[in-house]
DNA sequence: GAAAAACCTAGGGTAAACCCTCAATTTTAA
DNA sequence: TTAAAATTGAGGGTTTACCCTAGGTTTTTC
């Protein structure tokens, strides 16, 4: 019986890559491929699932609260989470959601099928940079405890104009200017996507927005 | 006689997967994968190389960079960039300097062994949404023409450290605390960043940062 | 081993970003 | 259809970022 897989990845060539790897493997079998995070449930609706290797950066809804929400409706499924960001925040939080494991994007073919044939056992896989970042962060012994990834709140139709314009360098005036709206309420925004995004000025809002695709 | 291809990109797991799935063609064989730029061209002076899958955001040394300097040694060589972005800057730099075509990382294995067929028969090939964009960029026929990829000037040590900070969201006072400077010391490394990365504020320098990779 | 280049350091002045409070109108959803 | 959320915008102030210029120091380069 083999290992029936979904991958959840967006970018479709990256998927197709690891397909062909797994399906050269007489116990894996690639059923599907989702390339955003709302497909992933409707996929399960209708195919069963084994393991999930899941992209922690989805457009739409992102891999933590994919394996969130998958976990509630089919606890049976194990989900390895795949990253290209060597983030304890990232690494914390998906494990806390039921991840089995976490593997990096700049790791090889082998330690893939490791990764794959541990989760299967009922073990766990960790990167052995993830390991580290983990270790790193216990030590640290997390003076913001809570403070990691508060789940991005919903950021509405204008802030998501206001917050493309700013990460293509405008400033606020020129923001104001494009969308034939006044420099307090673009400054609004602004304010608003700063708290919603717990950033501390602009440079963290560039971050974030990039590192979570909010603009895709 | 099989095409050989030489794979470059950062994240193992993908250039794995792409080696998967072109293996698996008969006419095709993988002889090697880089990890960075700088290596490309350590590899093709012990390797024949027929064809290079390039990364457009290598850290070390950039897509566009290798690119130029590949073709100078070895102007037989045939170029197929890959980018995970679709910027018309990225585009029109690599072109320019010698590649036969340019894939997005979220098309398909279909197409990618697609792009591989034209390019042997010395055509050239394009995702559709690329050429859309490099349409899209001659219709506007080139405002600041020559303002598009400025290859990025060295960037110092103390720019480094400078630049991490404010990726950070660190403000230039604290990290004047940190690296026990002057906050004026801060500013003009500051500057220097925004001229050598052509970015008008922070917003552009966090979003170029993280582009091309500057802190690997 | 001296000239040239690159780097690190900083000052003064201006522009932009950020903060807090408050409130009217419009849109969305229960 | 009403309560909640989103968009709009104001006053008034503080902090931070950005621009131009320039001296001293290290590192190349010939």
Redesign the interface.
């Known amino acids: 019986m083999k290992t029936k897989i979904l991958i959840a990845d ?5 998927a ?6 797994l399906n ?1 493997q007489e116990n894996l079998e690639v059923i599907g491929k989702c ?1 955003d995070g709302l497909s992933v449930e409707g996929f399960l609706e209708n195919n069963e699932v084994d393991l999930i290797l899941l992209d922690v950066n989805l457009p739409g809804k992102n891999g933590i609260e994919v394996c969130k929400d998958v976990l509630k409706v089919y606890p049976k499924i194990h989900i390895l989470a ?1 990253s ?1 960001h060597n983030q304890e925040s990232y690494v914390s939080e998906i494990l806390k959601n039921g991840a089995k494991g976490y ?7 082998d330690e ?1 099928l490791q990764a794959i044939s541990s989760i299967q056992n009922g073990e766990t896989f960790f990167s052995k940079d993830v390991t580290e970042t983990i270790m790193r962060g216990l030590m640290n012994e997390r003076k913001a405890s809570n403070a990691n990834i508060k789940l991005i709140p919903k950021i509405t139709r204008r802030e998501k104009e206001v917050l493309k314009l ?4 405008h ?1 606020t005036q020129e923001i104001a200017d494009k969308l034939y709206i006044a420099l307090k309420t673009v400054e609004s925004h602004r304010s608003s996507l700063l708290a919603k995004l717990n ?9 974030i927005t ?2 979570n695709k909010l603009l895709d």
């Open positions: 967006d970018h479709s060539m990256f197709d890559g690891i397909a062909s790897i050269e390339i795949i290209m593997i990096l994007k700049n790791t090889g073919r893939l700013i990460v293509q360098e400033t950033a501390r000025n602009t440079a963290g809002l560039v971050r990039i590192e």
